[in-house]
């Protein structure tokens, strides 16, 4: 696996009837690391296809270097490999042999290839229809086939640009899902180009914001939508959902920030309703709710149904997604939520005012 980088990129074209160079991209310097998954938005003519076709080799910058693996990149590389917005499948080619085109070229065995494809093919979610053709299958499917193509040479760099923007909406959430899980097997160094700053926050570890051919902010999804770098970031994520990018660890208060309750007891939130008592290494070993004895339940198990006698305390990890966390206040009458390391030490908590300051993005 490799990484690729651009190290002060620019990109000037000429008009085809002369003129002044036009600049594209100016000024770009960043890394994504092996296995990293970076998202770049921007509005249209930002620069951000310019990126991708510098990173492929398809255009050489006029200015500084763009180095994959360690490799300057002068031409293109076969170690990286290009998925469009348009599946581009050959239409008189079913669906394997589609898939199998690079291996062919490559002069691969005709029994390998087909070994490589069916593989793709099931972890694309098409199997059983790799002897269809194109037409044969719908916009979404087509696409999973574009990406078992892509993946079948088994590039260590993989450029997508904008691949799920012309399916509908339905189809577009289930293809981004099906990317994210099978990211975690194949572990692709990926720059994912998006006019969708929801689907670039769900899609990239990290979010990288561009205008005018410049980076504008690069950072974590959450550190985007907490801390926009400027007016310019602030209006771009205005309409932003928050709950699909915060996690129990972007909005809760930590343990040093809980008011003590007295004789080794912790409150969970300002309305004083919810303590803990804690030992030496901050493991719970007892909770009340309103002054009675609590029990505490998994956020894994909110979506079961919990007798309201038990009184229940709903628990979590730093990375539980703030969405879960909303259901389980719901759940306890605005209970707080307990957060527990994986040493089931505990962390911090969050009330209701915590998720409120989040959503509506005010610390007041």
Same mark, same amino acid.
């Given at each position: 696996? &490799? #990484?690729?980088?651009? +190290?002060?990129?620019?990109?000037?074209? $000429?008009? +085809?009837?002369?003129?002044?160079?036009?600049?594209?991209?100016?000024?770009?310097?960043?890394?994504?690391?092996?296995?990293?998954? $970076?998202? !770049?938005?921007? @509005?249209?003519?930002?620069?951000?296809?310019?990126?991708?076709?510098?990173?492929?080799?398809?255009?050489?910058?006029? #200015?500084? #270097?763009?180095?994959?693996?360690?490799?300057?990149?002068?031409?293109?590389?076969?170690?990286?490999?290009?998925?469009?917005?348009?599946?581009?499948?050959?239409?008189?080619?079913?669906? +394997?042999?589609?898939?199998?085109?690079?291996?062919?070229?490559?002069?691969?065995? *005709?029994?390998?290839?087909?070994?490589?494809?069916?593989? %793709?093919?099931?972890?694309?979610?098409?199997?059983?229809?790799?002897?269809?053709?194109?037409?044969?299958?719908?916009?979404?499917?087509?696409?999973?086939?574009?990406?078992?193509? /892509?993946?079948?040479?088994? =590039?260590?760099?993989?450029?997508?640009?904008?691949?799920?923007?012309?399916?509908? *909406?339905?189809?577009?959430?289930? %293809?981004?899902?099906?990317?994210?899980?099978?990211?975690?097997?194949?572990?692709? /160094?990926?720059?994912?180009?998006?006019?969708?700053?929801?689907?670039?926050?769900? !899609?990239?570890?990290?979010?990288?914001?561009?205008?005018?051919?410049?980076? &504008?902010?690069?950072?974590?999804? #959450?550190?985007?939508?907490?801390?926009?770098?400027?007016?310019?970031?602030?209006?771009?994520?205005?309409?932003?959902?928050?709950?699909?990018?915060?996690?129990?660890?972007?909005?809760? +208060?930590?343990?040093?920030?809980?008011? @003590?309750?007295?004789?080794?007891?912790?409150?969970?939130?300002?309305?004083? /309703?919810?303590?803990?008592?804690?030992?030496?290494?901050?493991?719970?070993?007892?909770?009340?709710?309103?002054?009675?004895?609590? /029990?505490?339940?998994?956020?894994?198990?909110?979506?079961?149904?919990?007798?309201?006698?038990?009184?229940?305390?709903?628990?979590?990890?730093?990375?539980?997604?703030?969405?879960?966390?909303?259901?389980?206040?719901?759940?306890?009458?605005?209970? =707080?939520?307990?957060?527990?390391?994986?040493?089931?030490?505990?962390?911090?908590?969050?009330?209701?005012?915590?998720?409120?300051?989040?959503?509506?993005?005010?610390?007041?």
């Amino acid at each position: 696996m &490799v #990484e690729i980088e651009f +190290r002060n990129v620019a990109k000037r074209f $000429v008009p +085809r009837g002369g003129g002044d160079p036009l600049t594209a991209v100016q000024g770009l310097s960043f890394t994504v690391k092996t296995g990293e998954v $970076v998202s !770049i938005i921007g @509005p249209s003519g930002c620069g951000k296809s310019t990126v991708l076709n510098m990173g492929s080799g398809l255009y050489l910058p006029s #200015e500084g #270097e763009v180095y994959v693996g360690g490799e300057r990149v002068t031409k293109p590389m076969r170690q990286v490999a290009f998925m469009l917005q348009k599946d581009l499948l050959m239409p008189w080619r079913t669906i +394997r042999a589609n898939v199998e085109l690079g291996l062919e070229i490559d002069g691969v065995a *005709p029994d390998e290839r087909r070994r490589i494809a069916e593989d %793709l093919l099931e972890r694309c979610h098409l199997k059983g229809f790799g002897s269809h053709y194109p037409y044969q299958l719908s916009g979404g499917m087509r696409q999973r086939g574009a990406l078992a193509r /892509t993946l079948a040479i088994d =590039p260590q760099v993989l450029l997508m640009d904008e691949p799920f923007s012309a399916l509908d *909406p339905l189809i577009r959430t289930k %293809l981004q899902d099906e990317l994210l899980q099978l990211q975690k097997e194949i572990k692709k /160094t990926i720059i994912f180009v998006s006019h969708d700053l929801e689907e670039a926050l769900k !899609i990239g570890n990290r979010i990288t914001i561009m205008e005018g051919g410049r980076i &504008v902010q690069s950072g974590a999804p #959450e550190d985007i939508v907490l801390r926009p770098a400027n007016d310019y970031v602030r209006d771009f994520i205005a309409n932003v959902n928050p709950l699909s990018v915060l996690t129990a660890w972007n909005v809760m +208060r930590a343990l040093h920030e809980l008011e @003590p309750a007295g004789e080794g007891w912790i409150w969970l939130d300002q309305r004083k /309703t919810t303590r803990f008592k804690l030992d030496k290494d901050q493991k719970v070993i007892a909770a009340e709710r309103d002054r009675k004895k609590a /029990t505490w339940v998994s956020c894994d198990d909110v979506e079961k149904p919990v007798p309201p006698d038990t009184r229940p305390v709903y628990w979590a990890r730093p990375g539980t997604s703030l969405k879960t966390v909303m259901l389980a206040i719901h759940n306890t009458d605005v209970a =707080p939520v307990a957060i527990f390391d994986v040493e089931d030490r505990f962390i911090g908590a969050i009330g209701v005012r915590n998720v409120l300051q989040a959503v509506l993005k005010r610390p007041d």
